[in-house]
């Protein structure tokens, strides 16, 4: 990154955060400049900083790179070997729990909440469960609300719901949509409560008995991850559990000595 | 034979390197592993395109007959001289400006993920002229972007010569994208990876 460009992308950061309130400072920049640089070619303009005017001034242009800023990619029972290995780790001890409540930050368009909510009703927690789905992207949470994806993938999220110890059939949880779509059953969503929560700016959920947070933290830098990881642990009930991506850790980060590893190559931590 | 003589002067400038290969990728990255120097002190950075769920077999694979270290490349964390990284399947990888790694979920890019193009791109950026570009079989025309811009901040770019890989495609849309390349055979690719002599000073800043 040049110097000059790097100026403009942290005055660009400035004006969003200090006009709009949404702070990406403390994201990681190469991924977050490989999206400005989508803004730029699709607001066509040639420089980071022909976009300051453009998103001070335009409120409709604003919204769209928040778009852009937060494109959420997820999907159905992502990392199938996760799935397979929390049912053996994580489910024997929430079975002891008479009611659970979990935090599933950043859900995004919502692909893992039904996931889960899935895995859930197989091993018949379901019922006593409460989950908070939250982002603070609300077009993604809309979707996500929704329950309405798209039917090409389905092929693909049916053979990550059997790598993922699936007991039943993929079919039996969802309806055919339009001719291109199909609608998660409504019955999935019955104890899920989507709500906006902004990880960068908002506090605490209390007294989770399980925190997921999957492929978040890598778009923060050190200094957010940590704010966000101790945000996890003031969120959790003692025992509680934290499941990260497969490529996330909670090593050199401020809380690595507060959890201990449960499922190391799965990143299944528990508080101790 | 080959001559590299309007590029010699760039080898000890050279940091790091960055593979991206696609189809045929087992059989080309074992013979380059087994005949790569023992002291090979670059940091060779990899992205082949895998199935999402490859577990890390051929990371096993090929620590058995590389002679240095490999791993995947880790979130946040330096590179090392002297060690070959892949990076993860179904993860971008990027690099950031304080030369560590970073990883992302984003959209697939050239429908790949990890692309070649991201971690070219980026790459490029922190390494400028520093950085060398190889691009092995494949059947699709990820890394032919990330190669040209490369090639475009003073990097040397490679292609493994499309008569002589097992999938010329990949290879020639990068000699399209950047004519400038040299077009070298499995055989001459190594010749050329092990006779990069960096400069003590380069790689010192990384310890």
């Known amino acids: ?272 | 034979m080959y001559s590299f003589s309007p590029i010699q002067d760039n080898f000890s400038a050279l940091e790091v390197v960055v593979i991206g290969v696609s189809a045929g990728g087992m059989s080309v990255l074992s013979e380059i592993f087994q005949q790569l120097r023992p002291d090979f002190r670059l940091p060779l950075l990899i992205v082949q395109h895998l199935h999402p769920h490859q577990g890390n077999f051929h990371i096993e694979y090929f620590s058995e007959i590389a002679p240095i270290p490999v791993q995947e490349m880790e979130e946040k964390q330096p590179i090392h001289p002297a060690r070959i990284y892949f990076a993860p399947a179904n993860y971008h990888a990027l690099i950031e400006s304080d030369k560590t790694f970073a990883l992302s979920v984003d959209e697939k890019v050239n429908y790949a993920r990890p692309s070649i193009d991201v971690l070219f791109e980026t790459a490029s950026e922190v390494f400028q002229h520093h950085l060398l570009g190889i691009i092995l079989t494949g059947a699709n025309r990820d890394g032919a972007k990330g190669l040209r811009q490369i090639a475009d901040f003073g990097g040397i770019t490679i292609v493994q010569d499309p008569d002589t890989a097992q999938f010329a495609a990949m290879p020639q849309f990068a000699l399209e994208a950047t004519p400038s390349s040299q077009a070298l055979n499995l055989s001459e690719i190594v010749v050329f990876l092990n006779s990069i002599h960096p400069k003590l000073s380069n790689l010192s800043k990384y310890w």
Request: glycine content about 4%; hydrophobic content about 40%; some cysteine.
């Open chain 1, 1 to 272: 990154m040049t110097k000059t460009e790097e100026i403009e992308i942290n005055l660009l950061l400035d004006a969003i955060y200090r006009k709009y309130g949404y702070d990406f400072r403390n994201y990681a920049r190469a991924s977050l400049k490989r999206r400005i640089q989508n803004c730029i070619l699709r607001a066509e303009v040639n420089s980071v900083s022909a976009l300051i005017p453009l998103i001070l001034h335009d409120k409709d242009f604003f919204s769209e790179v928040l778009v852009q800023f937060s494109v959420p990619v997820t999907e159905m029972f992502r990392d199938p070997i996760f799935y397979h290995a929390f049912r053996l780790q994580v489910i024997p001890y929430l079975q002891t729990y008479p009611f659970i409540k979990i935090w599933h930050a950043g859900c995004a368009t919502g692909e893992e909440v039904y996931s889960f909510a899935i895995m859930l009703k197989e091993e018949g927690l379901y019922d006593r469960t409460t989950i908070f789905a939250t982002d603070f992207n609300e077009e993604a949470l809309n979707t996500a609300k929704e329950g309405i994806y798209r039917l090409a993938n389905v092929k693909y999220y049916t053979n990550n719901y059997q790598k993922a110890g699936g007991k039943s059939t993929f079919s039996d949880y969802y309806y055919a949509g339009g001719y291109d779509s199909v609608i998660m059953d409504a019955s999935l969503k019955k104890n899920v409560t989507f709500a906006h929560h902004n990880l960068v700016s908002d506090g605490v959920f209390g007294e989770m008995h399980l925190i997921l947070c999957r492929n978040v933290l890598i778009y923060f830098d050190k200094q957010l991850q940590n704010r966000v990881l101790n945000l996890f642990r003031n969120s959790l009930i003692r025992k509680g559990f934290l499941c990260l991506g497969t490529c996330e850790s909670l090593q050199f980060s401020s809380v690595e000595n507060a959890f201990e590893e449960i499922e190391p190559e799965y990143k299944i931590y528990r508080l101790s």
